[in-house]
């Protein structure tokens, strides 16, 4: 994909996400682990984490892919690592509702953190996929329905 389409600030943020993804690794301990595939674009996530106490203590992703699939997944194991399970599906839901383009709040968006920058994947529809594919596997591993 070409990212010559974004704004430069959003492209480098990006493109230093995927280049230096934070939390990509295996977890020693962890809860629940989760693989998601995207087969339009062959992306793969493996997400790990360890929740304590309702809590998000660790998380880790590990997999392959596109660079938007791997730096949404890096923003995402930034936004939500320490969060309760509840305010990590919020943020799930939020992620959603913004790449589908429906309206939130600028508060709302915050709490995304880098990760509300891929807001400019909307421009590229076929990619949004590849921007909830970690947000997904998230959910899964709360105990979400999702299938996959
Ligand atoms: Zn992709």
Known sequence: M?????????????????EHPHHKHNLERATDKVTLKNPTCGD???LEVNLVDGKIADIGFTGEGCTISQSSASMMTDAVIGKTTADSLEMAQIFSDMVMGKKRSD?????????????S?????????CATLCWWALRKSLGEDVDD
């Open 44 to 46: 793969v996530i493996n």
């Open 107 to 119: 508060a709302d968006l915050e709490k995304l953190g880098d990760a509300a920058i891929l807001s």
């Open 121 to 129: 994947v909307m421009q590229f529809p076929a990619r949004i996929k």
């Open 2 to 18: 070409s990212l010559s389409g974004l704004n430069n600030l959003y492209r480098e943020v990006i493109l230093d996400h995927s």
